[in-house]
């Protein structure tokens, strides 16, 4: 049931018209290295004790070759929080969730949180970069079935921003 | 076991190691080179040693003599690649299913002792020779049992619990909370057994790795409750040697004795 709202609601399927949605804005941090490869980025919605909820998104290398190393599916543990609350149990790719990774600079996805219970939740976003560092980031928010309240965190190596917003679809 | 010993055919010498265990300092261990993987299959490399520092390589090699692996849906494989040089042994496995291998390295033997024509007669050897090796009525016969049981856990996707069943021989230290499912600041059950029994009373040394490069690693000990279990709460993330010894006995008496030793990895939240 859950995993099945996370699909519709991440790729926005259900009808426009009615439903609020929701703007996920996440930064990628442009960061100087002399090697640089785009991070690895989950973002998933936990209730205050932990629970799982959905997916909202995850980017990684989507490549299928075959050898050690050249799948991209092979650095997917090293999302560890993800990996140990929900990644492991799933099929990679997840339609509607899955994407490759993306460049630094600010992206933002549309959720539709369609059937979501009204309560509070926590965004969580995970980075991890190769060569790099891991960051999670949590931010509480309150849904109201309308609006979204709060939902914004300040990372401080490899995430900028992540912010949920609402808006009354027009 | 037998790595530990100055030389094995120094059984006076052995017997004392045996039954003296704070002597017995030397430390035996497998470490994988990870063990939680993602992706369709994966390679895991593994180092067999026996040395005082945890994880480094520096006494010797742990031999590779009844090395046994079990996979998910309690598949046996075989390692590939197995090598024994002068500090340790290695060999690969490669995962192609999804789920969760135990990697274990076993080895049982019999030490006898007894009176032939009024000359000492010694004998070491596998359980099952023991019957055509020494005589069954000899003189002041006396029996020593040893075994050993050095292992690990990697698992790739999500972790199953098939590989976890108990192998209800020797002393086992058999995780309760998943092996590949360790946090940092987390408590983790483990049950202690004996012939696949509950081992009450029994210590668990809890070590962690990276001695060469911090002054003092954690080291934690724990006893085995009734139920035989043990609850242990990994401080940080980091590999981690957990080691249980049972039985004993006094030098020049029978005796039995049971050492199992478990490596985990603890990962960051």
Known sequence: MKAR???????????????????????????????????????WLEKPEGAFVANLAIWYDMRQKKGQGEDGAAWLKDLRAWWRRIGRELSMPVDGVSGPTRAPGRHTITVT????????????????????????????????????????????????????SSEKEK | ?????????????????????????????????????????????????????????????????????VGPGGKRLAPQNAHTGQFRSSFDLRLETAG????????????????????????????????????????????WRMSSRVETYVTLGKPTRDALAPAGSGLEILPETHPNDLAAGEEAAFVLLIDGRPAAG?????????????????EQKH????????????????????QAVAGGGVS????????CVLVVEVLPQ
């Open chain 1, 5 to 43: 709202w996370a699909a519709v609601a991440a790729a926005g399927l259900l009808q426009p018209g009615s439903f609020p949605k929701w703007q996920v804005l996440v930064e990628i941090p442009r960061i100087e290295v002399a090697e640089y490869h785009r991070p690895y980025i989950a973002l």
């Open chain 1, 113 to 164: 949180p369609g059937a979501l219970p009204p309560g509070d939740y926590v965004l969580v976003a995970e980075a991890s970069r190769e060569l790099g560092g891991r960051e999670v980031l949590r931010a509480p928010l309150r849904w109201d079935g309308r609006r979204v309240d709060g939902g914004r965190a300040q990372g401080k190596m490899e995430l900028g921003i992540v912010e949920i």
């Open chain 2, 1 to 69: 076991m037998i790595r530990c010993l100055p030389k094995v055919t120094l059984v006076s010498v052995a017997f004392q190691c045996f039954f003296i265990s704070p002597l017995f300092a030397h430390r035996m261990w497998i470490l994988p080179s990870s063990t939680v993987l993602s992706g369709n299959e994966a390679w895991v490399t593994f180092d067999a040693a026996v040395s005082n520092t945890l994880f480094v390589f520096e006494h010797r090699p742990l031999r590779l003599d009844g090395l046994a692996i």
């Open chain 2, 100 to 143: 969760t291998y135990r990697i274990s390295l076993v080895s049982s033997n019999v030490t006898a002792s007894w009176k032939e024509n009024g000359e000492a007669k010694r004998w070491r050897g596998a359980p099952e020779q023991m019957a055509s090796n020494v005589p069954n009525q000899a003189q002041d016969l006396q029996v």
């Open chain 2, 202 to 218: 029994v210590e668990l040394n809890v070590v962690e790795g990276g001695g060469r490069h911090i002054q003092r690693p954690f």
């Open chain 2, 223 to 242: 006893q085995s409750g009734v139920d035989g279990r043990v609850r242990v709460t990994f401080p940080s993330a980091g590999f981690y040697w957990l």
């Open chain 2, 252 to 259: 020049g008496q029978n005796g039995v004795r049971a050492t």
